[in-house]
């Protein structure tokens, strides 16, 4: 008997120490890991004359890892911290289907509902919208969230940037937006085979659906993911202005004077400061310059932490259920005849030979630019923030060829996965 206790006794002691080993060597690995991050991440923005990035990754059952390199503000020169928060454009568009979703596993819709039928159901906005533009009513839910509805464009469109350059302060109700998006005709009948057209209009109806059907704010919906995904530093106004507790952690956002974005004419009154690097650029610096917008389909600030929190509830936890998420990810539309990318509900969806499948979404704003990843392969969720708009700096696949494109993906995945 004695003999049975020391000899567990000492497998235990053994096993301790072990795992005492492997903890130190993780650690290690970790640390070794974010060095070669952070000296890659460096290099990067030195090469695309960006001034500062985050960038936040967690395997599975592992703690978040977050590195920031290069600087908030220009002048003077102050770094940029790791929980910066920054406008994420697009990435909102993942929440506003998490949100949908939730609705339909509580039965309040279907994906393939129209427009028509939740109007004559729950009223709302959505009944008045659809009383004003009667060709909506058609559409389904399922097109609103993969872009294959063709409901024309509200924010990319010369009138939105005529008035946005007259007055970047305004404030902008969803009518007011679908209004402009209304005066085109749609790009194509809804549900046409092999047609997905991105527009920010999509979401916009998506969120009007959601403000319908629940009699809740936006922001209240969002509240409720969050709170139940545990996340933090994110937030979302329903008139688009932010508080000064929220502004003052934001990172500075930096646009290229010479950016061919016809918003960039608003900002000829900021302050211009160079940006170093490589080919050092003259850039407007921003904060508060404008009001977040456009609402449910680009409305959210967060620092790259809660971001990539939110992309593990969502694809590692419990927040939607597995029907939701096979829904998310096996409903795409591919972006062409050839595409290899299709878009899913919410997420752009990517099967790679070298990295398996994986989703992602960016978010352009003037001054920022995000990207979120999920890989399942290996359970990773990452997020990477610059405060610049430089869409090449993000560039990730190649629709068609699949063809992994230069830049920070390039650059960075291949670090990350290193023994994986």
């Not at 080919?279 to 610096?285: D, G």
């Not at 190649?398 to 670090?415: H, K, N, Q, R, S």
């Amino acid at each position: 008997m004695k003999n049975i206790i020391l000899k567990t006794l000492t497998f235990c002691v053994a096993l301790f120490f072990m795992s005492q080993v492997y903890a130190t060597q993780s650690t290690q690995n970790t640390l070794e890991k974010n060095a070669a991050l952070k000296k890659t991440l460096t290099n990067l923005i030195q090469l695309y004359n960006i001034p500062g990035a985050v960038f936040s990754y967690a395997f599975a059952d592992q703690p978040i890892q977050t590195i920031a390199v290069g600087v908030n503000d220009i002048n003077p020169n102050s770094p940029l911290t790791e929980n910066a928060l920054f406008l994420t454009g697009s990435v909102t568009k993942l929440f506003v289907a998490a949100a949908i979703l939730q609705q339909v596993e509580a039965g309040k819709l279907s994906i393939d509902d129209t427009l028509s039928q939740l109007a004559k159901q729950y009223g709302g906005e959505l009944a008045d919208s659809i009383k004003q533009y009667p060709t909506l009513g058609i559409v389904t839910v399922r097109q609103l969230l993969n872009h294959t509805s063709g409901v024309p464009e509200d924010f990319n469109t010369k009138a939105f940037a005529a008035a946005f350059v007259k007055d970047p302060m305004r404030t902008w109700t969803d009518q007011e937006l679908l209004a402009i998006a209304m005066q085109k005709p749609f790009f194509f009948k809804p549900g046409t085979p092999w047609l997905c057209s991105y527009t920010n209009t999509d979401y916009l109806l998506l969120g009007i659906v959601l403000k319908s059907v629940t009699h809740k704010p936006i922001s209240e919906l969002f509240t409720q993911l969050w709170t139940e995904a545990k996340l933090k530093d994110i937030y979302y106004s329903d008139n688009g202005v932010l508080p000064p507790s929220v502004i003052r952690k934001m990172a500075y956002g930096y646009l290229d004077i010479t950016d061919d974005n016809p918003l960039t004419a608003a900002f000829k009154d900021a302050p211009v400061v160079t940006i170093p690097g490589a080919k050092p650029r003259l850039a407007y610096k921003l904060h508060d310059a404008y009001t977040i917008f456009p609402g449910s389909s680009g409305g959210i600030v967060a620092n790259t932490q809660a971001l990539t929190q939110w992309y593990q509830a969502l694809f590692q936890g419990n927040l939607l259920t597995s029907k939701s998420i096979d829904a998310m990810i096996h409903n795409g539309a591919p972006f062409g005849k050839h595409s290899i990318a299709a878009y899913g509900l919410g997420v752009v969806i990517f099967h790679s030979p070298q990295f398996g499948l994986f989703v992602y979404h960016n978010g352009f704003t003037p001054g920022y630019s995000v990207i979120c990843f999920y890989f399942f392969k290996y359970h990773l969720a990452m997020a990477l923030a610059i405060n610049s708009s430089d869409p090449a700096f993000l560039d990730t696949i190649d629709y068609d060829t699949g063809e992994i494109l230069p830049g920070a993906f390039a650059e960075l995945m291949p670090i990350l996965i290193e023994g994986k």
